[in-house]
């Protein structure tokens, strides 16, 4: 199982950027796809997940209104779409696969190696 995740860089505040994450190997146990960042000095938390499958999605309370996640139709990579990008959002973003529809990064058996979203202007 692996998963790749790619699309951050530089941003301006109120700014939009997409992120993907491709994802191969996967046999069906592991159905779900979780966004999930860490900012320097910080825990990491939970953003959104995906159920590839069906295309049912969550979003934690920070990703509400301005976070989209998605998957293409082949379910072999998933989107997230950041929208109105804040001063606190800046961190590494990682997609990770779960064999439950989870919130719990404990959940997540594998993880891609994350990409930095920076704003700034």
Known sequence: VQLQASGGGLVQ?????????????FTLDYFAIGWFRQAPTK???A????????????????????????????????YLQLA???PEDPAVYYC???NIASVDEDDYHYWGQGTLVTVSS
């Open 13 to 25: 505040p109120g700014g939009s950027l997409i992120l993907s994450c491709s994802t191969s190997g």
């Open 43 to 45: 825990g990491r938390e």
């Open 47 to 78: 953003v959104a997940y995906i159920i590839k499958r069906v295309g049912r999605t969550y979003y934690t309370d920070l990703a509400k209104d301005r976070f989209t996640v998605s998957r293409d139709a082949a379910g072999t990579t998933v």
């Open 84 to 86: 109105s990008l804040k």
């Open 96 to 98: 990770a696969a779960s």
